[in-house]
């Protein structure tokens, strides 16, 4: 009766035959056929299908792996349970869940390596090095999870084959426009009216006004169509001296067709501008030309002197300063090595000497030479010296030094909003390479990738850990844009440049090859969160501690009191050597190797062994949430006491806030927080696991728990 058992590890469950010939572990069980089917997205195709996979779950109990059904759609791959095995509760404790994608199913554009596994061998899955008869594959992913798969059981011996197939054909495909975003008919975002494209005149004026630059700078638009380049926008900002004449006469001399462009100036007339390097040839001599515009136009005043740091104008080299595109893509490579293990083995093995591989890996190093140059770059900014970014291409280490200074140096960049736009202007709008440096379609594969943007986010990371109270966003906003960019949908995170996003092969009926036409995107954008998560999710974008820091109305209310605030003042006094009373501060980061941190939540998340249970910087962070939450009840309870203003509050945006009338924080059951929060699986407590975190305990005594009688319960429970 039993002919073929599932095997994980040491331990073996059976599964009768003439169970599946019965239908009984079958998903043409219409009732699980429709409730998936009804989840899939506007312009989503199923490609391929397999039953009787099995999913392993290689760090937890073997009773965990399930065997169903595996789907491959033109977005993503999606495993079914069986009906026996389906855990009817799992999407109630997942506590970070996206709209768009289910926690399990993998994006196609996620997908960085497929591996075969065989006796204990692994060899890379490519297009036409695809085996006819897989047995166990390892998909390692961008967001680095490792999900493995069992194709043994499979009825036809082809059909592993058939569906791996299917998995590589679309994960790498031929042409850019291949791709799902093509198809999705997603609702339109409303966050376009929030965050300009920076692609017309209009949104760089708008900003040259803002910065008070619009004398020194200009705005030209002879690149309409992108007739002069392809990799700038139509609409961008040079040195007043220079005419649109000029500006076409000089463009086509540099790499990749980009003459000095504009980043930002600070409020005392120090600017940032970025420049690639001149073609062969013409090379000192029109470098030198340009940078004497840029003195022209700089507010400061001065010129060149001898060694570029003479005057008003610094050079920096960028292509000497930092490592090259290879050797962050060799560094970035050697940390999924490590953080990505297919099973519990081959983590204990990387555990082992995890220190010395993190230093030889680079990454950390590379993170500090970045902030570096960033620190310095800001130094010659404060000391009223115009700073020219120079770079071959001017789009990979360019914007990551442009806005890490622009973080050290302006407060409204610090905020979400200001740190999207400053994306969407530095990054998007002046045309770093996604496409090319995440490498999905097959051209893309000659050309040089290179994880340059996630580099970046740990950079910014750095400085959110070293001032919570001075950035607005926290490092789950962080990851989350990570993970936007994983998800392949986003018009921000697609293309190489602004021409790429507008180019679109269009066939008439009639027409037998595509033609290009010129239009705007219509892939919606990743800063439209509402699309991807709930508010509980959107509410962890926010820092406490800066919430608390910018209300000058709370914290005078606050330090005036008698009140214990110890869980604050570790991270509001005296960050980075000045006072945290100065909101408009300059940060002053710790930039050395050894004062750096591994940012575990974006490259450790999905390991359950490395999660600390109850503890972990997630429990910091919601009890600094329940803190503030109850600093802004309790001062709403005086003010209401003393006639001062009516019972409306102020909203906090955070998780715990009584505002948003939340039943998930209102009404929680006894939850086990762990490092890996939001993104792990909450764990309930049990005896296996021990009593409930103190953040449970902390709620359920404060006067935010709807059960309590604190001040104001009556009137502000749901």
């Known amino acids: 009766m039993y002919v073929w058992r599932r095997l994980v590890g040491k331990r073996s469950q059976s599964v009768r035959r003439s169970d599946c010939e019965m239908g009984k572990l079958n998903t043409a069980n219409l009732k699980t056929e429709e409730k998936w089917q009804s989840k899939l997205l506007s312009g989503e195709e199923i490609i391929s299908r397999a039953g009787r996979i099995v999913r392993s779950d290689s760090f937890g109990c073997n009773e965990n792996d399930q065997i ?70 390892e998909i390692h992913c961008k967001d680095f999870r490792v999900h493995v798969f069992h194709l043994k059981f499979l009825n036809e011996k082809n059909e592993g084959f058939l569906i791996l197939s299917a998995i590589v054909d679309r994960v790498f495909p031929q042409e850019l426009h291949s791709l799902f975003a093509f198809k999705y008919r997603g609702k339109t975002s409303q966050a376009e009216d929030n ?23 200009r705005v030209v638009q002879c690149n309409k169509d992108f007739r002069v380049s392809d990799s700038l926008p139509e609409s961008f900002v040079v040195p007043s001296s220079l005419s649109e004449s000029d500006v076409i006469s000089v463009i086509r001399k540099f790499s990749n067709n980009r003459c000095p462009v504009w980043s930002f100036t600070h409020s005392n007339g120090a600017s940032i501008v970025r420049m690639a390097s001149a073609i062969a040839g013409v090379g000192e001599e029109l470098e030198s030309k340009m940078i004497e515009h840029v003195c022209s136009s700089s507010i400061c005043g001065g010129g060149r002197g001898g060694g570029g740091d003479a005057g008003g104008v610094v050079v920096v080299d960028l292509t ?57 770059t800001a130094t010659h900014i404060i000391d009223r010296k ?11 280490f360019c914007p990551v030094v442009s806005c890490l200074t622009q973080l050290i140096l302006d407060p409204s960049v610090r905020t979400l909003d200001g740190f999207q736009r400053l994306i969407e202007r530095e ?42 109270s001075q950035i607005q966003f926290t490092e789950y906003f962080l990851v989350s844009i990570w993970d936007s960019v994983c998800l392949g949908i986003f018009r921000n995170f697609l293309f190489d440049n602004v021409h790429s996003s507008y180019s679109h092969p269009n066939r008439l009926p009639s ?11 219509s892939l919606p954008s990743a800063w439209d969160w509402e699309q991807q998560f709930a508010d509980e999710q959107v509410a962890l974008f926010y820092s406490p501690l800066y919430v608390f820091l910018h209300d000058r109305t709370l914290r005078d209310q606050t330090l005036n009191a008698s009140v214990d605030r110890s869980v604050l003042s570790s991270a509001l006094d005296c960050e980075g050597g000045k006072s945290s009373d100065a909101v408009d501060l300059v940060l002053t980061p710790d930039v050395e190797l050894c004062r750096l941190q591994f940012w575990s939540l974006c490259y450790l998340r999905w390991l359950p062994v490395t999660e600390v249970i109850g503890g972990g910087s997630a429990s910091e962070y919601l009890s600094q949430c329940i803190l503030v939450e109850e600093i802004l009840f309790l001062c709403q309870a005086i003010e209401v006491a003393d006639a001062k203003r009516s019972h409306d509050r102020r909203s906090s945006r955070l998780i715990f806030g009584l505002d948003s009338g939340r039943p ?24 296996r696991l021990g009593p409930s975190s103190f953040i449970d305990s902390y709620f359920k005594n404060s006067v935010l728990y709807s059960g ?9 429970d749901d």
Request: aromatic share 10%; with cysteine; hydrophobic share 35%.
């Open 68 to 137: 169903g059904e595996m789907v491959v759609t033109n977005f993503r791959i999606i495993f079914i349970p069986y009906p026996e095995k389906e855990d009817e509760n799992y999407s109630q404790k997942i506590l970070q869940r996206n709209k768009l994608i289910g926690n399990n199913d993998i994006a196609l554009y996620n997908i960085d390596v497929i591996f075969n596994v065989k006796k204990k061998r692994k060899k890379v899955v490519e297009d036409g090095l695809i085996p006819r008869q897989p047995k166990t594959i």
């Open 386 to 396: 115009t700073v020219i970014l120079k770079e071959v291409d001017a789009v990979d």
């Open 195 to 217: 965050v300009p494209q920076f692609n017309s005149a209009p949104d760089w004026t708008e900003l040259l006004e803002q910065k008070r630059a619009l004398g020194a700078f």
């Open 708 to 716: 309590n009688s604190g001040p104001g319960s009556d009137e502000f």
């Open 427 to 468: 990054w998007v709008a002046l045309g770093h390479k996604f496409a090319e440096r995440h490498g999905n379609c097959n051209h893309a594969k000659t050309n040089v990738r290179s994880s340059v943007f996630l580099l970046f986010l740990d950079c910014v990371w750095q400085l959110v850990n070293q001032f919570p």
């Open 511 to 521: 027409q037998e090859t595509y033609i290009t036409q010129l239009k705007p995107p």
């Open 664 to 687: 998930f924080v209102r009404h929680s059951s006894p939850v086990c927080i762990s490092s890996s929060f939001p993104f792990s699986v909450d764990r309930p407590p049990d005896s």
């Open 320 to 376: 000497k300063r930092l490592p090259s595109l290879l050797e962050i893509h060799s560094s970035c490579r050697a940390i999924q090595s490590k953080c990505m293990p297919g099973n519990l083995k081959e983590f204990w093995l990387s555990d082992a000497a995890w220190l010395s591989s993190l230093e030889s890996s680079h990454w950390m190093s590379s993170l500090s030479c970045c902030l570096k140059v960033a620190n310095e």
